[in-house]
T-cell receptor, first 110, second 113 residues
Framework: KNEVEQSPQNLTAQEGEFITINCSYS?????LHWLQQHPGGGIVSLFM???GKKKHGRLIATINIQEKHSSLHITASHPRDSAVYIC????????????FGQGTRLTINP | NAGVTQTPKFRVLKTGQSMTLLCAQD?????MYWYRQDPGMGLRLIHY???????AKGEVPDGYNVSRLKKQNFLLGLESAAPSQTSVYFC????????????FGQGTRLTVV
């Protein structure tokens, strides 16, 4: 079993819909990252969080440390949000390393 | 502000050839990492460095070597490329290992034929 599991693996929605991507992890962590990767493009960091909730524009990230679970929400989704969203955790034990989920491929249709 | 820059962006190698991928960062970060990304798998750590002159093995180090002679540069070498090394390679850097954001390069798409 992977240390970081994301769901769903693929998600297709219509423009304007509220999107939720989930990330569960099995290890103690010092931080959790949400990353975005556009097709053929580089990886951009969206959020880094260790507790609570963060918001940036239409994106919201939450984390529940006790349940070892995080969610990424997108409000009023737009076709330009189409990308792969990756969850990564920094293991409290091996803190130099990020452990990545397999990613969620999001497609927003106009 | 360039951030993290990888060169080259694309490369095709024949089996047995060698090459070096360069990662440069201008943020004075101590930590630098090389990852590979393969279909259906998350990014996997190849090697990393916690400072100038230091390197360490990651999850999948076989077939690769690295060097960090200058703080701003982290080189990934393939001495004898194999088709199994066909992948997209990402470099990343961060100021420290705890609670700091990681910055990624644009990736290098390598094909070994």
């Amino acid at each position: 079993k992977n240390e970081v599991e994301q769901s769903p693996q693929n998600l297709t929605a219509q423009e304007g819909e509220f999107i939720t991507i989930n990330c569960s992890y099995s290890v103690g962590i010092s931080a959790l990252h949400w990353l975005q990767q556009h097709p053929g493009g580089g990886i951009v960091s969206l959020f880094m969080l260790s507790s609570g909730k963060k918001k940036h524009g239409r994106l919201i990230a939450t984390i529940n440390i006790q349940e070892k679970h995080s969610s990424l929400h997108i409000t009023a989704s737009h076709p330009r949000d189409s990308a792969v969203y990756i969850c990564a955790v920094r293991n409290r034990q091996g803190a130099q390393k990020l452990v990545f989920g397999q990613g969620t491929r999001l497609t927003i249709n106009p | 502000n360039a951030g993290v820059t990888q060169t080259p962006k694309f490369r095709v190698l024949k089996t047995g050839q060698s090459m070096t991928l360069l990662c440069a960062q201008d943020m004075n970060h101590e930590y630098m990492y090389w990852y590979r990304q393969d279909p259906g798998m998350g990014l996997r750590l190849i090697h990393y460095s916690v400072g100038e002159g230091t390197t360490a093995k990651g999850e999948v180090p076989d077939g690769y070597n690295v060097s960090r002679l200058k703080k701003q540069n982290f080189l990934l070498g393939l001495e004898s490329a194999a088709p199994s090394q066909t992948s997209v390679y990402f470099c990343a850097s961060s100021y420290s290992d705890r609670g700091t954001e990681a910055f990624f390069g644009q990736g290098t798409r390598l094909t070994v034929v």
